[in-house]
């Protein structure tokens, strides 16, 4: 079975994803479609290693700045190319994404939609929602993040039956304590870390005048904070850090790719993500591989999965600078089992793995197929 997928960018996380696929169904042959070779939103670097699969990039430019008419050409010569048996497509953000799904219906292919998109992510209205929904009845099946994401499709009229869960996932083992506990620690003090880029939703703002009220609470067993990212509030983020006195304490390491991450993830004591708005939180997946309590927004799409509270982790609402700076002060006291809390997030990052989903992404195609054929085979009655 030639299965065809297609996505902004190629991004490590989608590497481990199909990878595992390809591993845990080799009769089928992927091949990943990617819209450009890099993107202005998100800084990942190009890359050209060898895959256990096939790529294709529709334009060397980045790919929000291509034109959609060249980027819809360059999509059906390779469609017309591969003669897939089915396609995957992560969206409908960009025309070319619809596009796809179009194809698939002008040539009677079943299709599934990746999506992490859920109901609070934005202001919604029926005007909105319409058009959605007439999209999503070109898709057959899909496969979501988690429980916000389900609940979201449905509401949009797709069949809870179609929806399957698994979407985003990491490489859990790259993570794990075994793989990156001897990585070198470049800081002297304990320290929460947060992953971010340096945009509004993330919330740093806010985690930075929290982060200032956990030091007033604590006094001197405050742990550090390391910021790791990039983005326009910078310079903003700079200028707060330098009115609160926190400079010694606050540590920006810049963007750094997953294996400069790691060694942060191996020494730190307590991860946080502040986000007011996040489809998912795929960091939150590697904070818990990496066997680390956290602290998640409940804005997060990730945090009715990823988070069970008291047990590894705690919930805040994005907005409650207090709530979280309380939550901070417990973290890094002896009120609370930090190894036993980490302990519990390794187990639960095992049922988010990539072989779940493989198993889920197959699944979805599956039932894709299976109800493409029932409608032709309806179609080929109310003919007859």
């Not at 983020?237 to 006195?245: G, V």
């Not at 810049?254 to 991450?261: A, M, P, S, V, Y």
């Amino acid at each position: 079975m030639k299965i065809a997928t297609l996505m902004l960018v190629s991004t490590p996380y989608f590497i481990t994803r199909y990878s595992a696929f390809v591993k845990a169904f080799p009769a089928c042959s992927l091949h990943s479609i990617e819209l450009g070779r890099t993107s202005t939103t998100y800084p990942w670097q190009p890359h050209d290693d060898p895959l256990f699969y096939d790529r294709w990039v529709l334009t060397e430019k980045p790919a929000e700045s291509e034109s959609t008419l060249n980027l819809v050409k360059a999509l059906f010569r390779v469609l017309n190319q591969i003669q897939p048996d089915a396609m995957a497509i992560a969206g409908y953000a960009f025309p070319t994404m619809i596009a796809a799904a179009f194809w698939c219906t002008l040539h009677r292919k079943p299709v599934v939609i990746f999506s992490d998109s859920k109901a609070d992510d934005a202001p919604r209205s029926w005007w909105k929602e319409l058009p959605k929904r007439l999209i999503l009845q070109r898709y057959q099946a899909a496969l979501v993040a988690g429980k916000p994401h389900r609940r979201y499709l449905a509401q949009l009229g797709m069949s809870e039956a179609a929806l399957f869960s698994g979407y985003d996932v990491v490489d859990n083992a790259a993570f794990h304590p075994d793989q990156i506990e001897a990585l070198p620690n470049a800081f002297e003090r304990p320290y929460f870390l947060a992953i971010n880029r340096f945009v509004p939703k993330k919330n740093l703002l806010n985690l930075v005048s929290a982060y200032a009220q956990y030091r007033e609470r604590v006094n001197g067993k405050a742990w550090d904070l390391v910021l790791c990212g990039d983005g326009v509030l910078r310079s903003q983020i700079e200028a707060e850090l330098d009115r609160l006195q926190l400079r010694a304490y606050v540590h920006l390491t810049g963007f750094l790719e997953q294996q400069d991450i790691l060694p942060l993830y191996a020494h730190a004591g307590c991860f946080i993500h502040a986000s007011i708005q996040e489809q998912w939180g795929l960091v939150v997946n590697e904070a818990i591989a990496a066997a680390l309590p956290v602290l998640v927004s409940t804005a997060c799409g990730c945090f009715e999965d990823l988070v069970i509270e008291g047990v590894n982790g705690f919930g805040f609402e994005p907005e409650n600078v207090a709530q979280l700076a309380e939550l901070m002060a417990r973290m890094s006291s002896e009120q609370v089992d930090l190894k036993v809390m980490g302990q519990a997030s390794l187990q639960l990052s095992q049922n988010f793995s990539p072989e779940y989903f493989a198993e889920a992404l197959y699944d979805a195609i599956q039932y894709a197929a299976h109800q493409l054929t029932k409608s032709e085979l309806l179609a080929f009655e109310k003919k007859s």
